[in-house]
T-cell receptor
Framework: DGGITQSPKYLFRKEGQNVTLSCEQNLNHDAMYWYRQDPGQGLRLIYY???????QKGDIAEGYSVSREKKESFPLTVTSAQKNPTAFYLC?????????????FGPGTRLTVL | AQKITQTQPGMFVQEKEAVTLDCTYDTSDPSYGLFWYKQPSSGEMIFLIY??????QNATEGRYSLNFQKARKSANLVISASQLGDSAMYFC?????????????FGGGTRLMVKP
């Protein structure tokens, strides 16, 4: 089945540790995105990527890093510099960055910092 | 200023009745798109419906329709014949075409609860 997978579903991290969230898609989409959602709020864009080996900061990129070495994969690293990392993280993809392309989302990863 | 405003934090609707979820937006870009997503308790965002700023007709997808009033800058979602499975958070989002990328701006969401 075509879709977007995120792993793990739940992630616990100690303060001061970096952690990497996985996002994989087999939709042959060029563009991929990472969003953060805090309780009771909408989504905010962290990073996005239009093509392999290229990515751009979104509205809240500080304390996060990404890579795009393969079209199918867009992992997000939450670094120790992120002051308040406990949140729900959603990955999305779209055919490309132009036109009226709809973004489709993965199931999300819930990160808790202990 | 908020680009997307959803003024109803929570809504109740009786099963089988219709419900309207409000969304107003703010943009000076003449070309934009409006999206509605559903987020059940599992967390995944499910795309429901899309309306382009130049579309002449209101978008419809099954039980979902979008009441697009361009002059008022509103894009309300209408769900007809509500079902228990419609209970979820609903988010309105906008993409402005003059953005460098396909970035969506989301509203704060409305929690819909369908009563049996």
């Amino acid at each position: 089945d075509g879709g977007i997978t995120q792993s793990p579903k739940y992630l616990f991290r100690k303060e001061g540790q970096n952690v990497t969230l996985s996002c994989e898609q087999n939709l042959n989409h060029d563009a991929m995105y990472w969003y953060r959602q805090d309780p009771g709020q909408g989504l905010r864009l962290i990073y996005y990527s239009q093509i392999v080996n290229d990515f751009q900061k979104g509205d809240i990129a500080e304390g996060y890093s990404v890579s795009r070495e393969k079209k199918e994969s867009f992992p997000l690293t939450v670094t120790s510099a992120q002051k308040n990392p406990t949140a729900f993280y959603l990955c999305a993809s779209s055919l490309d960055l132009t036109g009226t392309d709809t973004q489709y989302f993965g199931p999300g990863t819930r990160l808790t910092v202990l | 200023a908020q680009k997307i405003t959803q003024t109803q934090p929570g809504m109740f609707v009786q099963e089988k009745e219709a419900v309207t979820l409000d969304c107003t937006y703010d943009t000076s870009d003449p070309s934009y798109g409006l999206f509605w997503y559903k987020q059940p308790s599992s967390g995944e965002m499910i795309f429901l419906i899309y309306q382009g700023s130049y579309d002449q007709q209101n978008a419809t997808e099954g039980r979902y329709s979008l009441n697009f009033q361009k002059a008022r800058k509103s894009a309300n979602l209408v769900i007809s014949a509500s079902q228990l499975g419609d209970s979820a958070m609903y988010f309105c989002a906008m993409r402005e075409m003059n953005n460098a990328g396909n970035m969506l701006t989301f509203g704060g969401g409305t929690r819909l609860m369908v009563k049996p």
